[in-house]
């Protein structure tokens, strides 16, 4: 059996993903939303790909993720794995330098530059993504205003790293770039721990992950009320006190999607993958 590079791994873990099932809320192998559907998610995971080799072979952080989303982005859904994609890249990079460890990709993050950063928001002209408003003083940085923002992030002489550390409050993603991706590793150690099939062990994870805390996705599209709604029944799931299945019908039909779950969720996969997984 040949050995997968880790740029395979990466859109493997992007495919496994969305297979697994039920992922309450999400597209998954058995549910579509009407305007989003299961295969729109292989399309935006093969599109995504040169962006990836760019993070694999060693290329700015920034700029790797920015041509990741624009590959996405020329698939006929547009936006489908943004979050994923910003998870994905700096795990690849340190894959790269040989260290995909929780010290190895926060190294990968904090050497982020200021380029990284407006690469970062040229690549929101790409897609268009939910996002809350700025933090007080972050105003002329929305990342709602794309490359129009770059003049400031040079003014302010603000990184990539420096970026996500401001959002990682409110943002799932960034809360993992500025914690050593905490999260991600420990549902990726869960995921080689399970048993059965990759996209079982992404279901479960997604549940376990969902369970654990809110999703800021959902935080953000919907309300934290409804988050934390969706955390406790994720514990219920768990606890055998709610089936999953209804659950996740249930959100779908109230529009409610835990994209931040979903995006560690592959990250996790990813480690899994490149640590041993057998798919």
């Known amino acids: 059996m040949s050995e ?16 697994g099932t039920p992922k309450p809320g999400n597209v998954d192998r058995e549910r579509d939303f009407d305007d989003l ?4 998610f292989l399309a935006g995971a093969v599109g995504a790909r040169p962006g990836l080799e760019l993070a694999a072979d060693g290329g700015p952080v920034g700029y790797a993720f920015e041509r990741a989303v624009e590959g996405m982005a020329d698939q006929s859904a547009g936006n489908t794995q943004f979050g994923a994609l910003l998870v994905l890249c700096p795990l690849v990079a340190a894959t790269n330098e040989g260290d995909l460890t929780p010290s190895g990709v926060d190294s990968v ?21 939910a996002v809350d408003d700025p933090p007080e003083g972050m105003k002329p940085l929305d990342v709602r205003h794309g490359s129009d923002a770059v003049p400031t992030l040079r003014e302010r002489d603000l990184t990539l790293f420096d970026i996500m550390r401001q959002s990682g409050g409110v943002d799932g993603v960034a809360a993992e770039w500025t914690n ?20 079982d062990r992404a279901s479960r994870v997604f549940l376990d992950l969902l369970a654990n805390d809110v999703d800021t996705f959902v935080v953000t599209r919907n309300s934290r009320e409804t988050a ?12 055998g006190e709610e089936d999953a299945t209804e659950l996740a019908a249930e959100l779908v039909a109230r529009d409610v999607n835990p994209g931040t779950t979903a995006d560690l969720t592959a990250g996790a996969l990813f480690v899994a993958l490149e640590r041993g997984l057998v798919v």
Do not use: C, K, M, W
Request: aromatic share 8%; hydrophobic share 50%; glycine share 2%.
């Open 37 to 40: 559907r299961f295969e729109h």
């Open 4 to 19: 997968r590079t880790a740029v395979q791994n990466a859109e493997l873990a992007l495919l496994l993903e969305v297979a």
């Open 180 to 199: 050593r991706f905490e999260r991600v590793f420990a549902a990726g150690e869960a995921i080689l721990d399970d048993s059965g099939s990759a996209p």
């Open 109 to 129: 993050v904090r050497d982020t530059t200021v380029a990284d950063a407006a690469d970062f928001y040229r690549a929101f002209e790409h897609v268009d993504v």
């Open 228 to 239: 934390e709604e969706v955390q406790r029944r994720a514990q219920a799931v768990l606890d």
